[in-house]
C-alpha cells in the first residue's frame, strides 16, 4: 500500500503463501514466517520479543483480514483481539473446525 514491496514481490510473496505481515515480518496463514529473503530484510522488534511480552494485543476485522488475522494469532498468540463480531465468529468457528480435523 505505501510502495515498500513492488506488485512483483507482493505476487511473488503469495505464491510462497504470504498472508500478512506483522512488524514487517511476512507470515502465512499457518502462523509461520515466509522462507523469503524479504523477512531477512526486516529492521523492527524481533518477533520473539513480541511473543514473549505479558500482554499482547491484536487489532483488526473484516472478511478480506481473516487469512491475515488467523496467521497473526497463530504467530503472535495475542493475550487480546480487537475486533468486529463477525470477524471474531469466523475466527472462532476455523479454529474449532481446525481442531476437529
Request: with cysteine; net charge positive; charged share 25%.
Amino acid at each position: 500500500r505505501f510502495g515498500l514491496v513492488g506488485e512483483a514481490e507482493r505476487l511473488r510473496l503469495r505464491e510462497y503463501g504470504a498472508v500478512g505481515e506483522a512488524l514487517c515480518y511476512v507470515y502465512s496463514a499457518e502462523g509461520r514466517l515466509i522462507d523469503h529473503p524479504i523477512n531477512a530484510r526486516v529492521m523492527s522488534a524481533p518477533l520473539e520479543a513480541v511473543v514473549a511480552a505479558p500482554i499482547r494485543v491484536m487489532a483488526g476485522g473484516g472478511a478480506a483480514k481473516i487469512e491475515a488475522l488467523r496467521g497473526a494469532a497463530r504467530l503472535l498468540k495475542p493475550t487480546t483481539l480487537v475486533t468486529d463480531e463477525t470477524t471474531a465468529r469466523t475466527l472462532v468457528a476455523a479454529e474449532a473446525g481446525a481442531k476437529t480435523r
